[in-house]
């Protein structure tokens, strides 16, 4: 079994910056791919970036590219997303979660939910305008 639990949301304005750390306890995730999704009041949940196990690549949804950015450390078994520019479009609650694919390196299905065995509880972002 695997926890996931998110952290660092909040109200922000447009234009700032909010940096959300995904904490996984249980059992290792330095094995998996990591990745966030969000969802918006009404709307379905929709993937914003993925980071291979290895963490030397990285996959993003392209209204976040240039201003997002996924990184982990494994020793501390935390995942973050880094969030600049934020736009009021950008309010969501935000998850984390974890691939079911040990060891995967491809480059398909990070978009897919199905791809996912673990979830955290979300993190409310609201951006302000």
């Known amino acids: 079994q695997v926890q996931l639990v998110e952290s660092g949301g909040g109200l922000v304005q447009a234009g700032g910056s909010l940096r959300l750390s995904c904490a996984a306890s249980?059992?290792?995730?330095?094995?998996?791919?990591m990745s966030w999704f969000r969802q918006a009041p009404g709307k379905e949940r929709e993937f914003v970036a993925a980071i291979r196990w290895s963490g030397g690549t990285t996959f993003y949804t392209d209204s976040v590219k240039g201003r997002f950015t996924i990184s982990r450390d494994n020793a501390k078994n935390t995942v973050y997303l880094q969030m600049n520019s934020l736009k009021p479009e950008d309010t969501a609650v935000y998850y984390c979660a974890k691939d079911r694919r040990e060891f995967y390196s491809g480059r398909s299905y990070y978009d897919d939910r199905t791809s996912y065995d673990y979830w955290g509880q979300g993190t409310q972002v609201t951006v302000s305008s």
């Open positions: 249980g059992r290792t995730i330095s094995t998996y791919a």
